[in-house]
Nanobody, 115 residues
Framework: QVQLVESGGGLVQSGGSLRLSCAAPGSIFSGATMGWYRQAPGKQREVVATITSGGSTNYEDSVKGRFTISRDNAKNTVYLQMNSLKPEDTGVYYC?????????WGQGTQVTVSS
């Protein structure tokens, strides 16, 4: 079982910033693609950003230019820096790691952006 440990959510005003962190097992982190998904109330979970083991990144259109995904292989941690937050960014954010035939998820961290 792969355990992902998230931290960093919270309540912030519109225009503010938050940084999410997700720690993964060192034995698989360096070679793994990782990402962040979010789920807003009443909506399906959607991908926010992904980063490959080589550092290539992709972003959902609504967060481009505001969010930055990065990874620190020495700390086995992936980050999501979220700037210029909007109320529509509100939701539960999940760290994601595809490994083998399985998808592994963090426990989820709540991000709430007030207007």
């Amino acid at each position: 079982q792969v355990q992902l440990v998230e931290s960093g959510g919270g309540l912030v005003q519109s225009g503010g910033s938050l940084r999410l962190s997700c720690a993964a097992p060192g034995s698989i982190f360096s070679g793994a693609t990782m990402g962040w998904y979010r789920q807003a109330p009443g909506k399906q979970r959607e991908v926010v950003a992904t980063i490959t083991s080589g550092g290539s990144t992709n972003y959902e259109d609504s967060v481009k230019g505001r969010f930055t995904i990065s990874r620190d292989n020495a700390k086995n941690t992936v980050y999501l820096q979220m700037n210029s937050l909007k109320p529509e960014d509100t939701g539960v954010y999940y760290c994601w790691l595809p490994y083998g035939l399985d998808n592994y998820w963090g426990q989820g961290t709540q991000v709430t952006v007030s207007s």
